[in-house]
């Protein structure tokens, strides 16, 4: 079965703090991993995808085959980061699955 | 922010009422899609088109259903049958499926 898991419904940090948002899927073919973000009165809008290798805004996500994982790093929060953030997989059948999303609260 | 918009924002409905919410872009985008979101669920999917005049079941169809007779427009119905529909929709849209969708501001239907 295709999922997605974030274990996490609230991560509350302070300014400056490192962030690891988490991810594991269960997927068996070779999967594409996204993660997405939704800041306050905002659209959901995309942050990252692994197949691009980029950092956005300061985030990071490696892609962990043999872990199933897809954490989302980021070495210092800023305030500006607080969002709801989602991991999605698209697997089979041209379908994007989404995880329950994780609340990113970040203090001054 | 254009590219996608859906309407109404704010949408009440009685119970055994249909109610149509909308969704166009004009993205020039092959795939659409309607998800759902609920507090601690995250988006599940209710049905996607891939191409004019093609739709397929997501996860939890049951209750609504939907059209695709332009490649901008994507309505759907949220019927008396559907259980539970109070809800956040959202519509999203791609170039082809599997690249980056992009999402509508959604609505907020509330069953009185």
């Known amino acids: 079965a295709q999922r997605v898991t974030q274990p996490e419904k609230l991560l509350s940090v302070f300014k400056g703090a490192p962030v690891e948002l988490k991810c594991n899927y269960s997927y068996s073919g070779s999967p594409e991993l996204f993660w997405y973000v939704q800041y306050s009165r905002q659209r959901l809008q995309l942050l990252l995808r692994?197949?691009s290798r980029e950092s956005i805004k300061g985030f990071t996500a490696d892609l962990n085959k043999g872990e199933t994982s897809f954490h989302l790093k980021k070495p210092f929060a800023q305030e500006e980061d607080s969002a709801m953030y989602y991991c999605a997989l698209f697997g089979g059948y041209n379908k994007l699955i989404f995880g329950a999303g994780t609340r990113l609260a970040v203090h001054p | 922010d254009g590219g996608i918009t859906q309407s109404p924002k704010y949408l009440f409905r009685k119970e055994g009422q249909n109610v149509t919410l909308s969704c166009e872009q004009n993205l020039n985008h092959d795939a659409m899609y309607w998800y759902r979101q609920d507090p601690g669920q995250g988006l599940r999917l209710i049905y996607y088109?891939?191409?004019?005049?093609?739709?397929q079941k997501g996860d939890i169809a049951e209750g609504y259903s939907v059209s695709r007779e332009k490649k901008e427009s994507f309505p759907l119905t949220v019927t008396s049958a559907q259980k539970n529909p109070t809800a956040f929709y959202l519509c999203a849209s791609s170039i082809v499926p599997g690249n980056e969708q992009f999402f509508g501001p959604g609505t907020r239907l509330t069953v009185l």
């Open positions: 088109s891939q191409i004019v005049n093609d739709f």
């Open positions: 692994h197949i």
